[in-house]
């Protein structure tokens, strides 16, 4: 089969999709799918790609992220981010940051630093000093948040550009009620992401605790040269759940351009498209039939 000259996977979260809630997290990964799409196709990099995918999905109060993040034991909306390209290896990754539209453009902004990782008001800081989109914390809290259970849907994209460079990103607002502070595996590399052109980019979501005991993507990428995107993460998770517990999933994408996904929570909604079969793609869950969708214009 003939590589693509650029492909790209969004999800929206390990999670339980609540009933009246499918159109919601379908139309959000197509609505992220189509910017980072659009992106590829006019000549721009994985990076960029995945960042504007991650972007829609932290506006949408559907998915917790950015808008509608989860509340913490204090009442305070504190997130994390990440962003790595596999072309560099250059990571920027932010935890606990507040008062900021797009963590994951803080993250973008940090991806040049030497500075691997920003936590608490030192991520906001940076933010403030680098003129990031700022919004007031009250702004990014929904009444849906205020009386939501413990969620594990960070939201995340991978991509492959027409350079054959390929970029990764996540986005999470945490889990409701977390103690002030805690980091889970989304701005870690290793854990909750990872890029290499080399090998491919993956972008995990789930337990975040389990998914760093695990270092989950670190086995995800070791393991895919020779297990293939899915059988890739389909057999890092189930080594997490048998060795310390936890559901998620994660999608991946190869320098070759293939796509795949996996995950063990009831759900986990993804988009995908590629120049080899660019007919957009829309799932809720692994089982569910694949529907094929129009191309956003």
Known sequence: MPEAAWAIIVHGGAKEVPEGKEDANRSGVLAALAAG??????????????????????????????????????GEV?????LM???????????????????????RLLLREETVLLAGEGASRFARDRRAELADPDELVTDEQRGALAEHDTVGAVALDGRGHVAAATSTGGLTGQSKGRVGDSPLPGCGFYADDTVGAVALTGTGETIARAMVAARVVTNLPGAGPEGAVRGALEFMGSRVGGNGGGVVVTPEGQVGWWHTSPHMPVAYATSREPQPRVTLKKTEEEADVEPAQ
């Open 37 to 74: 799409r659009r992106v590829l196709e006019g000549g721009g990099s994985a990076v960029e790609a995945v960042e504007a995918a991650v972007r829609v999905l932290e506006d949408d109060a559907t998915f917790n992220a950015g808008m509608g993040s989860a509340l913490n034991a204090d």
């Open 78 to 82: 504190e997130m994390d981010a990440a």
């Open 85 to 107: 390209d596999g072309g560099t290896l250059d990571v920027g990754a932010v935890t606990g940051v507040m008062g900021v539209r797009h963590p994951v453009s803080v993250a």
